[in-house]
């Protein structure tokens, strides 16, 4: 059974860099019929999807967030990470890393992330 | 970036069927077909169909979920008290070349 398991800072001030790792286990990174995902979700709003990764290295970056992304993968330590720079109050969510076979069919918990206003 | 089209809240009677809509384009839904997840409060999303219609295994035969053209419809019969969740529909989008999501309908069953 796949499980997928977020870690970093809860708490990132203004004008830093978020940075989240997800932890693979239970099945191979190496994947290629899938590809791994980061998902946020702002404190009672709906889900945005921020990028993926495939185990190759190429990445897709949502639009209104390619400026200040960066996904990177470690297939040797079975996970991938999220950078978020310059953050702002706005970037307050709770982040998922998920993997993508057609759709999102494993999920992390989730991890809250605060940037202070 | 746009994003598919879901009516915010939906509310049923208990053991009654609700149908639940997401409209996108011919570059999401129309293409690639969309997906849905279930989330409970205070819980990850849950994966309910990929490709349409493909349920994966352990999820209850009272959710099924179809594509006409550009919308998809998630279909929940025998409403029980646990389906009270807000529900996402999700589809790739050729054209931008990443997944997009449903604003997510609020399901109250009565």
């Known amino acids: 059974q796949l499980q997928l398991q977020e870690s970093g800072p809860g708490l990132v001030k203004p004008s830093e860099t978020l940075s989240l790792t997800c932890a693979v286990s239970g099945d191979s990174i190496n994947n290629n019929n899938c590809f791994w995902a980061w998902i946020r979700q702002p404190p009672g709003k709906g889900l945005e999807f921020i990028g993926h990764?495939?185990?190759?290295?190429?990445?897709f970056y949502n639009p209104s967030l390619k400026s200040r992304v960066t996904l990177s993968i470690d297939t040797s330590e079975s996970q991938f990470s999220l950078q978020l720079n310059s953050v702002t109050a706005a970037d307050t969510a709770v982040y998922y890393c998920?993997?993508?076979?057609?759709?999102?069919?494993?999920w992390g918990l989730g991890t809250l992330v605060t940037v202070p206003s | 970036q746009a994003g598919l089209t879901q009516p915010p809240s939906v509310s049923k009677d208990l053991r009654q069927t609700a149908t639940l809509t997401c409209i996108g384009n011919n570059n999401n839904v129309g293409d690639e077909g969309a997906a849905w997840v279930q989330q409970h409060q205070g819980h990850p999303p849950k994966q309910l169909f990929y490709?349409?219609?493909h349920r994966p295994s352990g999820i209850s035969e009272r959710f099924s979920a179809s594509r006409s053209g550009n919308t998809a419809s998630l279909t929940i019969t025998g409403l029980q008290p646990e389906d009270e969740a807000d529900y996402y529909c999700l589809a790739w989008d050729s054209s931008l070349s990443t997944v997009i999501f449903g604003g997510g309908t609020k399901l109250t069953v009565l």
């Open positions: 490709r349409n219609n």
């Open positions: 998920a993997r993508w076979s057609g759709g999102f069919d494993y």
């Open positions: 990764i495939f185990h190759t290295g190429s990445t």
